[in-house]
């Protein structure tokens, strides 16, 4: 498996602090490799908060996550997956100076990041819609062009309606997930009476390690033409927490496309046909990374039971 | 420089890098898949265990671990220890802090 022997690190530039060019390489990836520890700190603190979130308000994760699209997050979770074979591959590529194949394979390891963030947009795009936004400003309500069209009550949904007022919903669906339409109309029809309500009831409302009771019998599962649940006080900490988790993940995949950027310009300029694949390996080290970071907040945002 | 001293430098082969892939989307249907079926406590820990399978997989293959000087491991595992200290320690304050934690003692709550 090993193919040690085909590489030629004889004739590679070497800086003059280094002994040779193996020493070189593998100084640059040791420090790859703490900058990477430094990475899973850096989103360590918003994991803390997710968890110790997680432990004394449950029910507000439960709540929160009917509101994000499983499907997405997991279209989402295979693209990455599938940018991070392409990266891998982009790493052999190079070390084989293999340059039109490393080249195809920095380009498709940036097709998928723009994918991701493609999704990502009509993801956060919907949330904004609807007002689901972080801390003070989480205001749920359904959107201005919308709103003359999805102003049906609950009954009407339940007694099946005309069927012009049907098609009106489901072409909501489409914007975010079923449970988002739904739920509007009832949040819409309950707001201006209920938000003192819930202001007195805040401080009475145990933050409870087993949650309110009968959050978790209330219309689960297969009931979807049911309201779903109670909004619980601090639903906004939810989408706080999302925002701040995906963006910074976000944030990490724009980076991310900088660099294949930059590494598919140094392929161009005839950079790798030395044979000086450090770079593309480093850059491929770190998406790995963002990858593996998805692969849980995929699983803690989107597939919460 | 003779090739010997390349010994921690691993190109993984095609069919290696394919074989992760089809693990790793197979791991996803099963998060997927595993999140639809209740099991009460047990559902993030099964979803955590399958999360962090997919994780040592791209570890050990795409990003070389299993190839790769151990120093370099060891410097990757340390982050995740600190953050199991950090998220351990951050848990067992919070628990100090339930409002249930004496049985019929909650002056937190007002009556």
């Given at each position: 498996m090993t193919e040690n022997a085909h590489l030629e690190t004889d004739g590679l530039a070497v800086d003059h602090h280094f002994e040779n060019a193996d020493q070189q390489y593998q100084s640059a990836k040791l420090g790859m490799w703490v900058f990477l520890a430094t990475e899973i700190l850096f989103f360590g603190g918003l994991f803390v908060a997710y968890s110790v979130y997680r432990l004394n308000h449950p029910e507000v994760f439960i709540f929160g996550h009917?509101?994000?699209d499983k499907s997405l997050g997991a279209l989402n979770t295979v693209i990455l997956i599938c940018s991070s074979l392409t990266a891998a591959w982009a790493v052999r590529a190079a070390q084989l100076k293999q340059i039109r194949m490393l080249k195809g394979m920095l380009l498709l390891t940036m097709l998928f990041a723009f994918g991701f963030l493609g999704v990502k947009a009509v993801e956060y795009n919907s949330k904004w819609k609807h007002g689901l936004l972080w801390a003070r400003e989480y205001h749920p309500h359904v959107d201005h062009e919308e709103a003359s069209e999805i102003l049906i009550t609950k009954e009407d949904f339940e007694t099946g309606a005309e069927e012009g007022v049907v098609e009106d919903v489901t072409a909501l669906q489409k914007v975010g997930d079923g449970v988002l339409a739904e739920t509007e109309t009832v949040l819409i029809e309950e707001a201006p009476a209920a938000a003192p309500a819930a202001e007195a009831n805040r401080s009475t409302i145990a933050p409870a390690a087993e949650g309110p009771p009968g959050l978790a019998t209330q219309?689960?599962?297969?009931?979807?033409?049911k309201v779903i649940e109670v909004e619980p006080a601090n639903a906004q900490t939810f989408f706080s927490i999302y925002f701040l988790m995906t963006g910074l993940h976000g944030i990490h995949v724009l980076g991310g496309i900088g660099a294949f950027m930059w590494l598919y310009l140094s392929a161009r300029r005839g950079?790798?046909?030395?044979?000086?694949f450090t770079r593309v390996d480093m850059v491929a080290l770190y998406w790995h990374v963002v990858d593996l970071i998805w692969i849980y907040l995929f699983l803690l945002l989107y597939l919460i039971e | 420089m003779s090739a010997h001293e390349q010994s921690f430098v691993h190109i993984a082969s095609v069919r290696l890098l394919l074989i992760v892939w089809v693990a790793l989307i197979f791991g996803t249907w099963l998060t997927v898949s595993a999140s639809n079926v209740d099991l009460g406590f047990l559902n993030i820990w099964i979803g955590l265990a399958i999360a962090t399978g997919k994780a040592v997989l791209v570890a050990l293959y795409y990003m070389h671990l299993r190839w790769d000087k151990p120093f370099n491991a060891f410097v990757f595992l340390s982050a995740f220890f600190f953050l199991f200290l950090f998220i351990g320690f951050a848990m067992m304050d919070t628990a100090q802090y339930q409002i249930d934690l004496i049985p019929g003692y909650s002056p937190g709550m007002g009556g």
């Amino acid at each position: 498996m090993t193919e040690n022997a085909h590489l030629e690190t004889d004739g590679l530039a070497v800086d003059h602090h280094f002994e040779n060019a193996d020493q070189q390489y593998q100084s640059a990836k040791l420090g790859m490799w703490v900058f990477l520890a430094t990475e899973i700190l850096f989103f360590g603190g918003l994991f803390v908060a997710y968890s110790v979130y997680r432990l004394n308000h449950p029910e507000v994760f439960i709540f929160g996550h009917h509101f994000l699209d499983k499907s997405l997050g997991a279209l989402n979770t295979v693209i990455l997956i599938c940018s991070s074979l392409t990266a891998a591959w982009a790493v052999r590529a190079a070390q084989l100076k293999q340059i039109r194949m490393l080249k195809g394979m920095l380009l498709l390891t940036m097709l998928f990041a723009f994918g991701f963030l493609g999704v990502k947009a009509v993801e956060y795009n919907s949330k904004w819609k609807h007002g689901l936004l972080w801390a003070r400003e989480y205001h749920p309500h359904v959107d201005h062009e919308e709103a003359s069209e999805i102003l049906i009550t609950k009954e009407d949904f339940e007694t099946g309606a005309e069927e012009g007022v049907v098609e009106d919903v489901t072409a909501l669906q489409k914007v975010g997930d079923g449970v988002l339409a739904e739920t509007e109309t009832v949040l819409i029809e309950e707001a201006p009476a209920a938000a003192p309500a819930a202001e007195a009831n805040r401080s009475t409302i145990a933050p409870a390690a087993e949650g309110p009771p009968g959050l978790a019998t209330q219309g689960t599962e297969e009931s979807s033409e049911k309201v779903i649940e109670v909004e619980p006080a601090n639903a906004q900490t939810f989408f706080s927490i999302y925002f701040l988790m995906t963006g910074l993940h976000g944030i990490h995949v724009l980076g991310g496309i900088g660099a294949f950027m930059w590494l598919y310009l140094s392929a161009r300029r005839g950079y790798f046909s030395t044979g000086h694949f450090t770079r593309v390996d480093m850059v491929a080290l770190y998406w790995h990374v963002v990858d593996l970071i998805w692969i849980y907040l995929f699983l803690l945002l989107y597939l919460i039971e | 420089m003779s090739a010997h001293e390349q010994s921690f430098v691993h190109i993984a082969s095609v069919r290696l890098l394919l074989i992760v892939w089809v693990a790793l989307i197979f791991g996803t249907w099963l998060t997927v898949s595993a999140s639809n079926v209740d099991l009460g406590f047990l559902n993030i820990w099964i979803g955590l265990a399958i999360a962090t399978g997919k994780a040592v997989l791209v570890a050990l293959y795409y990003m070389h671990l299993r190839w790769d000087k151990p120093f370099n491991a060891f410097v990757f595992l340390s982050a995740f220890f600190f953050l199991f200290l950090f998220i351990g320690f951050a848990m067992m304050d919070t628990a100090q802090y339930q409002i249930d934690l004496i049985p019929g003692y909650s002056p937190g709550m007002g009556g």
